[in-house]
T-cell receptor, first 112, second 117 residues
Framework: QQQVKQSPQSLIVQKGGIPIINCAYE??????FPWYQQFPGKGPALLIA???DVSEKKEGRFTISFNKSAKQFSLHIMDSQPGDSATYFC???????????WGAGTKLIIKP | GAVVSQHPSWVICKSGTSVKIECRSL??????MFWYRQFPKQSLMLMAT?????????EQGVEKDKFLINHASLTLSTLTVTSAHPEDSSFYIC?????????????FGPGTRLLVL
């Protein structure tokens, strides 16, 4: 019940396309859902995060869609660029615990 | 803002030696820092939660006597890998929560790659 399931494991998209990465969770007590971007040999960097009271959040080219009833959330990258090639992790946390439960990661490759 | 540094960025040591990794929040104060371990092509594995001025909380399966954590100030936490062995070789990453900011947000350091020969 603590798991966050992320798919796909890897994704190849042409430049300008819209990669979509999906995550699903079971624990309805989760109330914070961030997405992190990680380049090889670097620490993760926070991209965007959402709470269950909104269904969508946009920051620049990155959009989170959140479906509370389905217990799913997804990351969309608009006008993708080769520089977006990285591993993306979804995560979830609840209440004052603040420990992040991590998805398995998606390796994204944007082809020029 | 919200920069976390780690030192060293990489370290090579002989089996049996101890290695200390520092994690600093550069422009904010952090009562809580987290230490993770990441194997190639895998997700982050939480090792322990470090709270300033108190003992760290270790995740199940993580040996507290092997991975010593000290969080002596609001900007510094250290992880010491004692008597390191080749199986301890990994990418170690810390994160910190801004005491004055969005409490859920964790800011990550650049990581420390440890190779034990």
């Amino acid at each position: 019940q603590q798991q966050v399931k992320q798919s796909p494991q890897s994704l190849i998209v042409q430049k300008g396309g819209i990669p979509i990465i999906n995550c699903a969770y079971e624990n309805t007590a989760f109330d914070y859902f961030p997405w992190y971007q990680q380049f090889p040999g670097k620490g993760p960097a926070l991209l965007i995060a959402i709470r269950p009271d909104v269904s969508e959040k946009k920051e620049g080219r990155f959009t989170i869609s959140f479906n509370k009833s389905a217990k799913q959330f997804s990351l969309h990258i608009m006008d993708s660029q080769p520089g977006d090639s990285a591993t993306y992790f979804c995560a979830a946390s609840m209440g004052s615990n603040y420990q992040l439960i991590w998805g398995a990661g998606t390796k994204l490759i944007i082809k020029p | 803002g919200a920069v976390v540094s780690q030192h060293p960025s990489w370290v090579i040591c002989k089996s049996g030696t101890s290695v200390k990794i520092e994690c600093r929040s550069l422009d904010f104060q952090a009562t809580t820092m987290f230490w993770y371990r990441q194997f190639p092509k895998q997700s982050l594995m939480l090792m322990a939660t470090s709270n300033e001025g108190s003992k760290a909380t270790y995740e199940q399966g993580v040996e507290k006597d092997k991975f010593l954590i000290n969080h002596a100030s609001l900007t510094l936490s250290t992880l010491t890998v004692t008597s390191a062995h080749p199986e301890d070789s990994s990418f170690y990453i810390c994160s910190a929560r801004d005491i004055a900011g969005d409490q859920e947000t964790q800011y990550f350091g650049p990581g420390t790659r440890l190779l034990v020969l």
